[in-house]
Structure formats: structure tokens, C-alpha cells
């Protein structure tokens, strides 16, 4: 193989990202060598790294010039020394959570509490992140190098590209497991329409979701997310109402047992209140989607109804591990993903144009295989 590869580098806060030739990274020990075939791009990546300061103060980036890519999936090329479970030619989705082993939190088992926590690719949650940060780079590079406890197996019958929407079905799946979700609760996702809403639509059928209300302000979209998981989706258009009366009288003044709330950085607060006031007593709340900002809550009524308000940041490669077998065994189905397929020398055409898409539904994808 060739001793360098293709890779886009970012130099600067809010500049292009270049495309570069550097040497091919050599897998250390407990870490394996993929050969990238696709890499998912957040949608909202641009805004993100134009105002990283401001929604992001006290999260770290790598030192750049950095490789950047959050969600790649390939194929095993190279394993370092003590990796037993994976082998060159597994294809594998790659999680970017990345944790330092020795820590509090990591030597409890919760590696995704670490308190050097950082997405490869992307940034960290702590100043002691950077090491990490730099260690391990992201996909956008024809090659990149993940310690072994990152890897999920794919099946042959899951794509590339659809592998690699993971980040944001796993981020959804572990929420609704942190929330207990199952058949008979009453589940509530704020923005269903989203990329990160979508999951739950999809996710319906493998986890048995019986009573799902999802909210939006696309109608057409709406229309599209009706159609998926078998009938089981209540929607509402928040053109037409505040959702706390919707959610109330769908369900029979009873309310919401779940609610998970997948916006944005700069959506409004108000939508979020009501989400927690269409909750029924003893209902948790979930925030994944980075709602930003001092929120003000009725406390009181918290304590009187027994309600919970948690974060859900990311989730676990196990867990990524069961989406993957869920998708083998033809529960998990991500055929209405529309993939759209950039190759890498177009990383800032596909970085700058993601603001047109079909919601939730559109997939974009940076392929190191692609050619332009």
C-alpha cells in the first residue's frame, strides 16, 4: 500500500478544510487501521465550526491542523498488537467516543462519563480531552487509526453509508434506553422530523414502541415520517398548536411518560417547556439534541409530579453493537435513509450545501472511495 494518503485537514476555525497528502497512520497497541468508505457529515457542521466559541465555550477542539469526520464506517486493514476480536476485511462502523481507560469513570465500566471524554473527529468535554483528541483523528482521510473497544461490527447486509448515520440512531436509542422506553409508554420526541428525530421513527419497530407522538413544522415531512414504522406514529405540526394540548388530548389528558427533545442550538426555549409540561406524573425528559441556554423550569411542580430532567450525550459501542445485530436481523430498517455521496475532494462543496435536504431522511456522506 502506499506510504501516504488522502486526507482534509482543518487549519483555522471557520476556514475550508484542505485536502492534503499525509504519511498513513501505524495502529498501536489495542488500536486497528480502517480503511474509510463513508463518513457521515452533521448537518448543522458549518454553523457549528463558524460559532464554535459561542455554542461550544468549554469544549475543546484537536490541535489543529486536524482531521475532522465524526461518523466513519469501513473496513479492518491493519490490527495492532493484543487486538483478538477484530481481524482485516471485518467491515465495522467506527464510534468517535473516545475515553483514556484509567480514570474514575473508566475504571467503573462507564467509559462514556470519562472525564477526558472526546468525539474523535470532532472535539472534547474537558480540557484533558486534547490528548485524546490528537491520538486519535477523525475520517476524513482515506485511512484512519480507533482503538479496538470502538469498533462495531457490521452486517454484510447493512451499507456503508447507512452505517454511518449510526451517531445519530445510537444517540436516540440510548436516550430512549436511559428512559426505560418499551410497549404500553406513552413516547414524545420534540423535532421527529429531524436528522435526529428520524431515529425514533425508525427505531419504533425494533424496540417495540407502541405509542409514539413526534412534533415538526414541515407538514410535507411529517407526511414522509407517517408512513414509516407500520402506523405506530402520532404526528402534530407545531403550526397548528402548542404540543403540551396536543400531547394532553391524544392522550386522554394522561400525558407523556417519555419525552425526548432532538433540537438544535438555537431553537426555543418555549417548545422545550412545553414538552415538559405535556409530561405525565413520574415521565423522565431527555435533552440530545443541544437545546442551549439557561432554561427557567417550574421546579415545584417537578417535585409534586415526580418528573426527571436528564442529559443523553452520544451512546456506547455495545450499544451500537445491538443496533447493528437489530439491523442484521431485519428489525432495525434504514432503507429510507437517501444517502447523498460526496468524494473527499468535495468535503467543503457537501459541508457548505447540507442546508438543502429532505429533513431527517437525507444522509450526507464523505466517501474516500468516491471519485469526483
Keep these: 500500500m502506499s506510504a501516504t494518503m488522502r486526507a482534509a485537514r482543518m487549519h483555522h476555525v471557520g476556514e475550508p478544510m484542505r485536502l492534503e497528502e499525509l504519511p498513513v497512520p501505524e495502529p498501536g497497541r489495542g488500536d486497528v487501521r480502517v480503511a474509510v468508505h463513508a463518513v457521515n457529515i452533521v448537518p448543522n457542521l458549518a454553523n457549528i465550526l463558524n460559532m464554535w466559541t459561542t455554542w461550544f465555550p468549554h469544549s475543546p477542539l484537536p490541535t489543529l491542523p486536524a482531521i475532522f469526520g465524526l461518523d466513519p464506517a469501513g473496513v479492518v486493514e491493519a490490527v495492532g498488537e493484543g487486538v483478538q476480536a477484530f481481524k482485516p476485511g471485518d467491515r465495522v462502523y467506527?464510534?468517535?467516543?473516545?475515553?483514556?481507560?484509567?480514570?474514575?469513570?473508566?475504571?467503573?465500566?462507564?467509559?462514556?462519563?470519562c472525564a477526558s471524554y472526546a468525539f474523535a473527529g470532532y472535539f472534547g468535554f474537558s480540557p484533558t480531552a486534547v490528548d485524546l483528541l490528537d491520538r486519535y483523528q477523525g475520517g476524513l482521510a482515506e485511512y484512519m487509526v480507533a482503538p479496538a473497544y470502538s469498533l462495531v461490527k457490521l452486517p454484510d447486509s447493512l451499507s456503508f453509508e447507512a452505517a454511518a448515520r449510526f451517531g445519530y440512531i445510537g444517540t436516540m436509542y440510548s436516550a430512549l434506553r436511559k428512559a426505560e422506553a418499551g410497549p404500553g409508554k406513552t413516547i414524545l420526541i420534540n423535532g421527529i422530523s429531524g436528522t435526529l428525530g428520524i431515529a425514533a421513527a425508525l427505531l419504533a419497530p425494533a424496540m417495540g414502541l407502541t405509542h409514539v407522538?413526534?412534533?415538526?413544522?414541515?407538514?410535507?415531512?411529517?407526511?414522509?415520517?407517517?408512513?414509516?414504522?407500520?402506523?405506530?406514529?402520532?404526528?402534530?405540526?407545531l403550526d397548528d398548536g402548542p404540543l403540551d394540548d396536543w400531547v394532553r388530548e391524544e392522550t386522554g389528558g394522561y400525558g407523556a411518560d417519555i419525552y425526548v427533545d432532538a433540537l438544535g442550538p438555537g431553537a426555543p426555549h418555549e417548545t422545550f417547556r412545553a414538552g415538559m409540561r405535556a409530561m405525565a406524573r413520574g415521565g423522565i425528559a431527555v435533552n440530545i439534541g443541544a437545546v442551549a441556554g439557561d432554561l427557567p423550569i417550574d421546579i415545584h411542580r417537578m417535585m409534586d409530579q415526580q418528573l426527571r430532567l436528564i442529559g443523553s450525550a452520544w451512546f456506547t459501542s455495545a450499544e451500537g453493537q445491538t443496533m447493528a445485530d437489530m439491523a442484521g436481523a431485519g428489525l432495525l430498517d434504514l432503507s429510507p435513509l437517501e444517502h447523498h455521496v460526496y468524494p473527499l475532494e468535495q468535503v467543503n462543496e457537501a459541508i457548505s450545501g447540507i442546508a438543502v435536504r429532505n429533513g431527517g431522511f437525507s444522509n450526507f456522506i464523505i466517501s474516500p472511495t468516491a471519485t469526483a
Design 94 to 113: 467506527v464510534n468517535p467516543g473516545r475515553s483514556c481507560g484509567s480514570c474514575r469513570s473508566c475504571r467503573s465500566g462507564d467509559s462514556i462519563n
Design 213 to 237: 407522538y413526534g412534533t415538526g413544522r414541515d407538514k410535507a415531512l411529517l407526511d414522509q415520517v407517517g408512513k414509516l414504522a407500520g402506523g405506530r406514529l402520532h404526528l402534530h405540526s
